[in-house]
């Protein structure tokens, strides 16, 4: 049995790594024999998708069992896909969380203990106790999603204070996630599209003011969404991505930014209909205009 840990370095006395999708290696560790193959992780500085990516690197690696400090719920949705249980809140020397495991000590993960793209911007750090992710340091914020309808649903949310939800459904057609989030004062979990606000009494109200304006593009953003998803119902027809092939130059901009791991590309993009969500993540980020949203029933 090969199980994999999060490190900080190549060997088992380093740090347990706290973030799964960016830590520095994966240690691949034999149960019966405890040898230990470092991996560099290959997505530690990708814009977006990192913890897919590395999800199903370790799934390639055969391995069946992830240690790591924190894991979001992409990530987490491939496992649960593949089949490999993922332990959360681990911390210290990599040797030691690895006898653990063997004693027993580690109870499976359930779902994810942080929000998408939590180790965007989060520096590398063990987790807090309990497997909690650290918070800023006024107040703090909570979110939690739920998936509607089919397909892969995706979705976000946002609650007062900037707590950040997204949720996932599976089922027939396209599902929609719908997020709630909930916090107190102005410093939620740090994610890659919502960094925590800076403090007033710090720095520029202006840098506050700008925070704000972001949060409120992404409610609107949000509320087109929910909107098009109604439509959708109503009309019996879904919005997926097509690529224009002719502007496509295969930069890859769109797999990095694509949530659900919807899109590939050899030498040109292309879209998994099945995956897809209609999110538009793609058709905004795509520096060609080489993509655009179409309706299927």
């Given at each position: 049995?090969?199980?994999?840990?999060?490190s900080?370095?190549?060997?088992?006395?380093?740090?347990?790594?706290?973030?799964?999708?960016?830590?520095?290696?994966?240690?691949i560790?034999?149960?019966?024999?405890?040898?230990?193959?470092?991996?560099?992780?290959?997505?530690?500085?990708l814009?977006?998708?990192?913890?897919?990516?590395?999800?199903?690197?370790?799934?390639?690696?055969?391995?069946t069992?992830?240690?790591?400090?924190?894991?979001?719920?992409?990530?987490f949705?491939?496992?649960?896909?593949?089949?490999?249980?993922v332990?959360v809140?681990?911390?210290?020397?990599?040797?030691?969380?690895?006898?653990?495991?063997?004693?027993?000590?580690?109870?499976?993960?359930?779902?994810?203990?942080?929000?998408?793209?939590?180790?965007?911007?989060?520096?590398?750090?063990?987790?807090?106790?309990?497997g909690?992710?650290?918070?800023?340091?006024?107040?703090?914020?909570?979110g939690m999603?739920?998936?509607m309808?089919?397909?892969?649903?995706?979705g976000?949310?946002?609650?007062?204070g900037?707590?950040?939800?997204?949720?996932?459904?599976?089922?027939?057609?396209?599902?929609?996630?719908?997020?709630?989030?909930?916090?107190?004062?102005?410093?939620?979990?740090?994610?890659?599209?919502?960094?925590?606000?800076?403090?007033?009494?710090?720095?520029?109200?202006?840098?506050?003011?700008?925070?704000?304006?972001?949060?409120?593009?992404?409610l609107?953003?949000?509320k087109r969404?929910?909107?098009?998803?109604?439509?959708?119902?109503?009309?019996?027809?879904?919005?997926?991505?097509?690529?224009?092939?002719?502007?496509?130059?295969?930069?890859?901009?769109?797999?990095?930014?694509?949530?659900?791991?919807?899109i590939?590309?050899?030498?040109?993009?292309?879209?998994?209909?099945?995956?897809?969500?209609?999110?538009?993540?793609?058709?905004?980020?795509?520096?060609?205009e080489?993509?655009?949203m179409?309706?299927?029933?």
């Amino acid at each position: 049995m090969n199980i994999a840990v999060t490190s900080t370095g190549p060997t088992l006395d380093d740090t347990v790594e706290a973030r799964f999708g960016r830590c520095a290696y994966f240690l691949i560790i034999d149960m019966d024999t405890m040898r230990c193959e470092p991996i560099e992780n290959p997505n530690i500085a990708l814009g977006g998708g990192a913890g897919i990516q590395s999800a199903q690197l370790m799934s390639e690696k055969g391995v069946t069992t992830v240690l790591t400090g924190n894991c979001g719920p992409n990530a987490f949705n491939v496992f649960g896909q593949a089949g490999i249980q993922v332990i959360v809140g681990v911390s210290g020397p990599v040797r030691n969380a690895v006898e653990q495991f063997k004693s027993g000590t580690f109870s499976s993960s359930s779902g994810p203990n942080v929000t998408s793209h939590f180790g965007m911007n989060t520096a590398p750090a063990n987790p807090a106790p309990g497997g909690q992710p650290m918070t800023g340091p006024i107040g703090q914020g909570g979110g939690m999603g739920f998936g509607m309808g089919g397909g892969r649903g995706m979705g976000r949310g946002m609650g007062r204070g900037g707590g950040m939800g997204k949720g996932m459904g599976r089922g027939m057609g396209r599902g929609l996630g719908m997020g709630m989030g909930g916090g107190m004062g102005m410093s939620p979990w740090p994610t890659e599209q919502q960094p925590a606000p800076p403090s007033v009494s710090e720095s520029d109200p202006n840098q506050t003011k700008a925070f704000l304006q972001e949060q409120v593009q992404s409610l609107e953003q949000q509320k087109r969404q929910i909107e098009q998803r109604i439509k959708e119902l109503e009309t019996g027809r879904r919005s997926i991505a097509v690529v224009d092939s002719e502007n496509c130059t295969g930069c890859g901009t769109c797999m990095n930014a694509c949530p659900v791991g919807a899109i590939e590309v050899k030498e040109k993009a292309v879209i998994n209909e099945a995956l897809c969500t209609g999110c538009a993540a793609c058709v905004n980020i795509c520096p060609n205009e080489a993509i655009t949203m179409a309706h299927k029933e």
